[in-house]
């Protein structure tokens, strides 16, 4: 009941500069954000590879209308994989990518900009042994973000794609990038979404995700399973063994601070367990999409308000 008015508040401006200035709001943040700046990212990298555990890292912020700002964000990616070198930690390392924040959305030539942008990141991710998945973000952007990949992967094969299995068309987009070395990370899907394009019932999202496995299990790409839902992660461990899929053929992906202690139980059984770490001072539409997903999280941070 909640979900749609906080996915339409994760879009408001207004609603960012109030949630922005409440001081409490920081501690609860924490909680799904790594930081605000590169040692802080490079920081939970270490912690977490300490446990056996991989890492994709978003440097969050996205819609920019601004070129400029889509250049600092490509340098900022630049910056990290450099930091993460140093430190060792880049090989084997992902990191996540919105195509919005890289310029997509930008007035004159959004796409052919965005293009460029992520080559730049793929560059640096190539020169230090990372990979890049590109994020999916609302309906309207899924064509323009497979274009987008299919360009890259021409030059980069080794860049991969979020699908969300609460669109309707995903199946089809399933069939069409479960090919060789093609990287798929299936999530549920985060945006408010209208009917005639999205799944609307959780069950029927359940079923398309199981639909969608099935076919990323059985073809010859690396499916990324990105979900915290046991039973979905279940499935999945089936249809692996189903598919004869060792430990470095497909992998499970969960968020930041979301059942971190599945996470280590994952990757202490032996199979690839990636975190997604959000850092960066754009945390805003991010969080509000982490508590329109459980209400528990809003009763959390409205618990964090009222004890200040
Ligand atoms: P759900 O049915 O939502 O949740 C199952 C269980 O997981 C819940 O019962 C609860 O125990 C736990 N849980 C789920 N969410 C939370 C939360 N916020 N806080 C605490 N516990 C929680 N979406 C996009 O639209 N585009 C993307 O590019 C994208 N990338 C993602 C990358 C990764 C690695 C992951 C894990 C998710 C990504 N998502 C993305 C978000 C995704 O679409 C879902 O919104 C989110 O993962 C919740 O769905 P679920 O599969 O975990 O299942």
Redesign the pocket.
């Known amino acids: 009941m909640l979900r749609a008015p906080l996915l339409a508040a994760a879009r408001s401006r207004r609603m960012r500069k109030l949630v922005e200035v409440v001081p409490a709001t920081r501690s609860v943040v924490s909680r799904?954000v790594a930081g605000s700046k590169t040692p802080d990212a490079a920081r939970v990298v270490r912690e977490l590879a300490d446990d056996g555990l991989r890492v994709?890292l978003d440097h969050l912020g996205e819609d920019t209308t601004d070129a400029e700002q889509a250049a600092t964000t490509v340098r900022a990616y630049e910056e990290l994989l450099s930091a993460l070198a140093a430190d060792g930690l880049a090989f084997g390392a992902d990191v996540?990518v919105?195509l919005s924040a890289v310029g997509q959305f930008l007035p004159a030539d959004g796409e052919k900009v965005a293009l460029e942008n992520a080559r730049k990141i793929c560059a640096a991710a190539e020169a230090v042994g990372a990979t890049v998945t590109?994020?999916?973000?609302?309906h309207t952007t899924t064509d323009s973000t497979l274009g987008i990949l299919r360009e890259l992967r021409t030059e980069y094969p080794w860049v991969g794609a979020?699908l969300?299995?609460?669109l309707r068309r995903t199946e089809q987009d399933c069939r069409e990038l479960a090919s060789e070395g093609s990287r798929v990370?299936l999530?549920?899907?985060?945006?408010a979404e209208p009917e005639e394009v999205a799944f609307q019932d959780?069950s029927e999202?359940?079923k398309s995700?199981v639909r969608c496995l099935k076919i990323l299990m059985q073809g010859k790409g690396y499916p990324?399973v990105?979900?915290?839902?046991?039973r979905?992660i279940a499935i999945a461990e089936k249809l692996a063994m189903d598919a004869d899929r060792k430990a470095d053929d497909h992998e499970f992906?969960?968020?930041y601070?979301?059942?971190p202690e599945e996470q280590r139980r994952i990757a202490g059984d032996g199979k690839t367990m990636?975190?997604?770490v959000p850092y960066g001072d754009e945390w805003y539409g991010y969080f509000m999409?982490?508590?329109?997903?459980?209400p528990?999280?809003l009763a959390f941070f409205l618990r964090g308000l009222a004890t200040r």
């Open positions: 799904f994709t996540s919105k590109l994020d999916m973000e609302d979020v969300q299995a609460y990370r999530c549920k899907g985060a945006y959780k999202v359940d995700y990324m990105a979900s915290h839902d046991p979905m992906q969960m968020l601070g979301i059942r990636r975190v997604y999409r982490r508590l329109a997903e459980r528990a999280n």
